[in-house]
């Protein structure tokens, strides 16, 4: 199980991930990070603590926003998926099979 460095606010951080998610973990570091500096710089005097509190209140501001979902990474669409696609593939052609009978 790889580690992952994460500087966030002036401070590393060693956090456990599984194998291949590691750029991953990077990037939402990344983004908290941002975060909280924008948190740091527009309010002096706050602990770390603080800083790590309101910036987790403003992604989750933003999450909620966007109505509580995330970009998915891509995947591979699994087997029952697949059979579910090609059973509305079918269920469509015969709709449109019905639909022209009507229209004759």
Not at 6 to 25: K, W
Not at 40 to 45: C, L, Q, T
């Amino acid at each position: 199980m790889p580690d992952v460095k994460l500087s966030i606010a002036g401070r590393d951080y060693f956090v456990a991930c599984n194998a291949g998610e590691e750029q991953r973990l990077l990037e939402l570091g990344a983004m908290v990070d941002a975060t909280a500096q924008q948190v740091a710089g527009g309010a002096r005097g706050l602990t770390e603590t603080r800083i790590l509190l309101f910036s987790a209140l403003l992604l989750a501001d933003k999450l909620h926003d966007l109505g509580g979902t995330v970009t998915a990474e891509k995947t591979e669409p699994t087997a029952a998926m697949l059979q579910s696609a090609e059973s509305l593939e079918a269920l469509a052609s015969r709709l449109e099979n019905l639909a022209l009978r009507l229209e004759n």
